[in-house]
């Protein structure tokens, strides 16, 4: 092995214990705190009890009469009945969060401790250590042979793909004849033909996940054994039920835990050994983490072609971790848009590099370059800053705008189809992670598109912070008796509506307070959130905010030329100054 690769998988070895120690460090000084001040700052929820278990997806139940948390749907919690450094507590993964009504999946917890034990619990913010995994994976990409000769020199750059001209023109054809527009053919075709790797760049409704879909098709068709990864399980489920539309006769399965099978539409097996596809040689296409390739659940199962969807929040460990299984790979992802996640402070370039941006510029990619969704006015502003100008809405989507079966009885400036980016400064000053005033705002918003006529599943809210979420998903639980319609309103953070898209995108910026968002200039400025959170809706996006904010003046250069960019998007839209007490 060459020096070059020894010195990368060292490093890579460094920032793995590093970035465990550091989250297991802050966790442990977290946990520290009295219970009543980690409750307060919703850090850990209290007074937990047994509401019930479903033996079919082993999800616990957990009902409590007070929620204020910051935690999110797939966040990893530990369930205790005393003080987490004192207690051996359980781990488990939160999977349903309805305010008072928790749905966790637990890892290792002894069912039967909760019925004996039904009340008295308290879930504070967990953490499952997944070194060993990523460790393991690095010593086996410096011994296989796979790892020696195609992955590591891939990575460093010494080797490059070819291109199977006679297979190319037979993906192209295959693509054309699916209706797949000039760059969407030109992605499948390419992946389709090479012998190593191809990475696709797709732009917010390009299609990135229907290309994936037909690269899978066509490659099982041919006989090849794929295998669908991404960091999240919903990237895989989306991936897979798009692979059902399009190949309905394709065996197509997903490998995981039953909890995580949610809106699939293809078999879920625990294992690969009890799945309907054991008994074939080749021709199959089977979703499954990473992760799942180092357990039990897929243990010595290899493949031809990876598949890696959301690959720009994948790092480079997890990527190995997936190649491993394999000897061709697609990378499917966009580096406009939210890069991996890291705990480490002031991370050191390889840890923030995901293998989607260390991979890209090297000649072998390509860009999806038709929106079908954003309409011409969403789409002007993230084309012109983060797509050279490339990125177009697709014939028939530009001209599109929101239909409101009957007008407003309020704010019929605000929410008029005529102008589809909308800044609506409500003037609020000094506020950090919440603003009562914005979220009464983006609350009666919502309300006046619900009175006219916006079926709910088309209204999404979004927030940098859970705290300010949760505000606005109180008020409108309290406002919406029909829970159906409450639940159809997605109100979340960028991270979580990444890969998702409504008609309507309301976006709360809370902070008003300029030494605040100083402070949090690396988070709230992030231009790859920004681009994330600016391209969710269709047809209607709406930013309420506070143009104090634009008064940080973050001393790294870098940070301020972030606000700048933030500024030039709030010019670019049309604008909404509200006075103190209007509509009240």
């Known amino acids: 092995m060459s020096e070059h690769a020894t010195n990368l998988l060292n490093r890579l070895e460094t920032l793995i214990l590093r970035e465990a120690n550091e989250q297991r460090e802050q966790l442990e000084r977290q946990w520290s705190l009295p219970l009543s001040e980690r409750v307060r700052t919703g850090k850990a929820i209290e007074g937990l009890r047994l509401g019930g278990i479903n033996d079919q997806t082993g999800r616990v139940r957990l009902i409590c009469q007070t929620n204020n948390s910051r935690f999110r749907e797939g966040d990893h919690l530990l369930l205790h009945k005393g003080h987490p450094l004192l207690e051996a507590g359980f781990e488990c993964v939160l999977e349903l969060d309805e305010e008072q009504v928790l749905e966790v999946v637990p890892q290792g917890l002894n069912v039967n401790r909760l019925i004996e034990e039904p009340e008295g619990w308290i879930a504070d913010e967990g953490f499952l250590d997944m070194s060993g995994y990523y460790l393991q994976a690095l010593v086996e990409v410096a011994d296989r042979q796979v790892g020696r000769s195609r992955i590591l020199?891939?990575?460093?750059?010494?080797?490059a793909p070819t291109i199977d001209y006679a297979s190319y023109e037979r993906g192209w054809k295959a693509a054309t004849d699916a209706g797949l527009n000039q760059s969407q053919a030109e992605a499948v075709a390419q992946a389709y033909a090479t012998d190593l790797v191809y990475l696709i760049q797709g732009p917010p409704g390009t299609g990135k996940t229907l290309v994936l879909a037909h690269i899978a098709r066509l490659l099982a068709e041919e006989g090849e054994r794929v295998l669908v990864t991404a960091l999240t399980h919903r990237a895989i489920n989306n991936a897979l039920n798009t692979l059902a539309k399009v190949a309905p006769d394709l065996p197509v399965c997903k490998i995981g835990h039953q909890a995580r099978a949610d809106g699939l539409n293809v078999p879920n097996y625990e294992s690969f050994e009890y799945s309907e596809v054991v008994q074939l040689a080749d021709g199959y296409v089977i979703g499954a983490t990473p992760f799942a390739t180092r357990t039990n659940r897929l243990a010595e199962v290899e493949f031809d072609?990876?598949?890696?969807?959301?690959?720009?929040?994948?790092?480079?460990?997890?990527?190995?971790?997936?190649?491993?299984?394999?000897?061709?790979?697609?990378?499917?992802?966009d580096d406009c848009q939210l890069p991996p996640v890291t705990t480490l402070r002031n991370p050191p370039l390889l840890a923030q590099s995901s293998i989607f941006s260390y991979l890209s510029g090297r000649g072998y990619g390509e860009m999806l370059n038709l929106t079908y969704r954003l309409n011409d006015q969403l789409t002007a502003w993230p084309s012109r800053n983060f797509y050279d100008n490339r990125l177009q809405p697709a014939p028939g989507i530009g001209e599109r705008r929101l239909r409101l079966r009957k007008a407003p009885k309020k704010w019929q400036d605000i929410l008029d189809p005529?102008?589809?980016?909308?800044?609506?400064?409500?003037?609020?000053?000094?506020?950090?992670?919440?603003?009562?005033?914005?979220?009464?705002?983006?609350?009666?918003?919502?309300?006046?598109?619900?009175?006219?006529?916006?079926?709910?599943?088309?209204?999404?809210?979004?927030?940098?912070?859970?705290?300010?979420?949760?505000?606005?998903?109180?008020?409108?639980?309290?406002?919406?008796?029909?829970?159906?319609?409450?639940?159809?309103?997605?109100?979340?953070?960028?991270?979580?509506?990444?890969?998702?898209?409504?008609?309507?995108?309301?976006?709360?910026?809370?902070?008003?307070?300029?030494?605040?968002?100083?402070?949090?200039?690396?988070?709230?400025?992030?231009?790859?959130?920004?681009?994330?959170?600016?391209?969710?809706?269709?047809?209607?996006?709406?930013?309420?905010?506070?143009?104090?904010?634009?008064?940080?003046?973050?001393?790294?250069?870098?940070l301020a030329g972030w606000v700048r960019l933030f500024e030039d998007l709030l010019r670019s839209c049309s604008r909404y100054t509200v006075t103190y007490g209007e509509g009240s």
Do not use: C, W
């Not at 020199?153 to 080797?159: A, F, N, S, T, Y």
């Open 153 to 159: 020199p891939l990575i460093l750059g010494d080797i």
């Open 305 to 333: 072609t990876v598949l890696f969807d959301e690959a720009s929040q994948v790092t480079l460990p997890l990527a190995i971790m997936g190649m491993l299984v394999g000897k061709r790979y697609v990378f499917i992802g």
């Open 418 to 558: 005529e102008y589809p980016v909308m800044f609506v400064d409500v003037g609020q000053v000094n506020t950090t992670v919440r603003s009562q005033r914005e979220a009464e705002m983006v609350v009666d918003l919502v309300m006046r598109l619900l009175e006219s006529g916006t079926p709910p599943d088309d209204i999404g809210v979004v927030s940098p912070y859970r705290a300010q979420g949760r505000v606005i998903r109180n008020m409108l639980r309290n406002l919406i008796r029909d829970p159906d319609i409450y639940r159809a309103i997605v109100v979340d953070t960028v991270e979580r509506m990444q890969g998702q898209e409504r008609e309507v995108i309301l976006v709360s910026l809370t902070t008003s307070n300029p030494f605040f968002a100083a402070e949090l200039a690396d988070f709230f400025f992030q231009p790859q959130r920004l681009n994330v959170t600016i391209t969710r809706p269709r047809t209607k996006l709406i930013i309420v905010g506070s143009s104090h904010v634009l008064q940080a003046r973050p001393g790294d250069p870098a």
